[in-house]
């Protein structure tokens, strides 16, 4: 393998915590259903660029009957960039022990430009050589076209790229693109697909 693809939600950080899940719809007041369901009905076009922030909280406040002022939507932006802060420290030690073995790694994550600009900015984020986020492309997993370009990125050929996610489609678009993939269920047993010895 010439580079190991990560995703991060869900593998270099961890399935938010409740207590920081909740704080977004009470921070409207709402109940957490149709909370929830607003947030996910229009996350893939704020994950693909496609609508900015204030679109994406707005539409979602409207579809919840709330107004969305400018200080209510930098508190929901800053509550969402919290919720995908809680990092996972098994992927973590597995990603510094690869990065000191000098695999060269990098990054590819469906994410809204708010989230991809605060993952650049932490000290973490230099592991990877190189990070990929869908709001910058115009594309997002599984679409085989983002594998490809991240394969002409690098410039390396699509069999010589393994890209873990937790997702299964995830995991089947970037089959489809050529590339080597894991389905991550925790990082002993990443540790274990990538053949390190534990650690």
């Known amino acids: 393998m010439k580079w190991v693809v990560i995703d991060y939600g869900e593998v270099v950080c961890r399935r938010p915590p409740d207590e920081s899940a909740a704080r977004l719809p009470a921070a409207l007041g709402a109940e957490p259903g149709p909370f ?3 947030y996910w009905s229009g996350r893939r076009a704020y994950d693909l660029g496609a ?6 909280w707005g539409a979602l406040c409207g579809d919840l009957g709330r107004v969305a002022g400018t200080a209510l939507l930098d508190t ?3 509550l969402d960039l919290d919720m995908w802060s809680h990092l996972d420290s098994g992927t973590l030690a597995v990603l510094e022990d690869l990065a000191a073995r000098r695999v060269p790694l990098a990054l590819l994550s469906n994410a809204p430009l ?3 600009r605060d993952i650049e900015r932490r000290p973490w984020a230099a592991l990877f050589r190189r990070r990929f986020f869908s709001a910058d ?3 997002a997993k599984p679409d085989p076209r983002i594998y490809r370009h991240v394969s002409d990125a690098l410039d390396t050929d699509p069999g010589d790229l393994v890209f873990v996610d937790d997702r299964q489609e995830n995991i ?3 089959r489809e693109a050529g ?3 894991h389905l991550f269920t925790g990082a002993d047993r990443l540790r274990q ?3 390190l010895p534990a650690g």
Not at 51 to 56: F, I
């Open 193 to 195: 697909d990538l053949r």
């Open 51 to 56: 609508v900015d922030a204030a679109g994406y």
């Open 36 to 38: 929830w369901d607003a």
């Open 172 to 174: 089947d678009g970037a």
């Open 114 to 116: 708010e989230l991809a």
């Open 179 to 181: 590339l080597r993939a």
């Open 137 to 139: 492309l115009s594309m």
């Open 76 to 78: 929901l932006v800053e």
